[in-house]
């Protein structure tokens, strides 16, 4: 690129002066005293190493320089007035997208319900789905804004700060016959055969509570899961708001559990420091969460 021989003020003192045929009408336009705008113009000259104008008529004519120059300054101003433009809306197009990650066992009507509140208010909400701890590396690498996840029940000292969202209920889940002692099926029955996890990392509080099976088959996409549970290739453990007995042939089954410890709370995480658009949205998830239709 080859050095640039003028300034956006030497062009606009050009255009203007061009545009209204005298130097004090430019000066007004652009709001600056007329000595400037003709040493503006004067300068341009110098640097350019031609005339523009000829100064001893009124109005102030253009030379055949001066008026093929123009031409290119209207062009050049416009793009200028164009980029100045973006460079004002970037800022507010930046804070107009937000990134969630949440873990399979979010629900789905609650992320719905969420995009739709942004939505409205021209904010673009990207989710992408994470285990518990890529969600909370995305976090921490600001790939992501807010994640949901089951609560684990342990201090995630300064590094994050959460809020209560709301709780899910889960429940047991097989092909009708899997478990052919009858109802309520045992913890043995439970512990002795295959159990279909859609988690890869599971920490060990959440482990604690979701796996019973001493035999676990890991399947992270939650259609395959559906299609391995169709099957009758083990059983399963999920929130009641996916809706698994629509499934062919599955069942939610009573077991020796009942409903006692069923319920768990789901949690908002997100960095401290976090800018007050950011806090006010998180006020508005526990609302969106209760409203929502998780069962």
């Known amino acids: 690129m080859g050095k640039i021989s003028f300034s956006l003020a030497q062009i606009e003192a050009f255009a203007s002066v061009c545009e209204t045929g005298n130097l004090t009408q430019a000066a007004k336009r652009l709001g600056k005293d007329r000595t400037t705008v003709s040493e503006l113009i004067e300068n341009l000259e110098l640097d350019l190493g031609y005339s523009l104008c000829d100064r001893r008529t009124r109005p102030l004519q253009l030379t055949e320089a001066g008026q093929r120059l123009y031409r290119q300054a209207r062009l050049f101003l416009q793009e200028a007035e164009a980029l100045s433009l973006l460079a004002q809306h970037i800022p507010q197009q930046v804070r107009q997208k937000l990134t969630l990650c949440y873990d399979p066992f979010t629900p789905r009507a609650f992320l719905t319900e969420l995009a739709m509140f942004l939505g409205q208010r021209g904010i673009q909400l990207d989710l992408l789905m994470m285990e518990r701890g890529e969600g909370e590396q995305a976090l921490a690498d600001d790939v992501a804004d807010i994640g949901v996840y ?7 000292g300064e590094k994050f700060k959460w809020r209560a969202l709301g709780a899910i209920e889960l429940a047991v889940y097989a092909r009708e ?3 052919p002692a009858g109802s309520p099926v045992t913890l043995l029955s439970l ?3 295959t159990q279909l996890i859609p988690f890869n990392d599971l920490p060990e509080p959440m482990a604690k509570r979701l796996q019973i099976a001493d035999r676990i088959q890991v399947v992270n996409e939650p259609a395959l899961l559906q299609t391995l549970l169709t099957a009758g290739l083990g059983w399963a453990f999920l929130p009641t708001h ?10 939610r089954l009573d077991t020796e559990l009942g409903k006692q410890g069923l319920m768990h709370p789901m949690v908002a995480l997100w960095k401290p420091g976090a800018k007050s658009e950011l806090l006010s949205l998180i006020e508005s998830m526990q609302q969106i969460f209760d ?3 998780v069962a």
């Not at 996916?242 to 069942?251: D, F, I």
């Open 291 to 293: 409203g929502s239709v």
């Open 150 to 156: 089951q609560a684990i029940n342990r201090s995630i």
């Open 242 to 251: 996916l809706n698994m007995q629509h499934l062919p042939q599955v069942e």
């Open 191 to 193: 512990a002795s055969s």
């Open 177 to 179: 016959g899997f478990f």
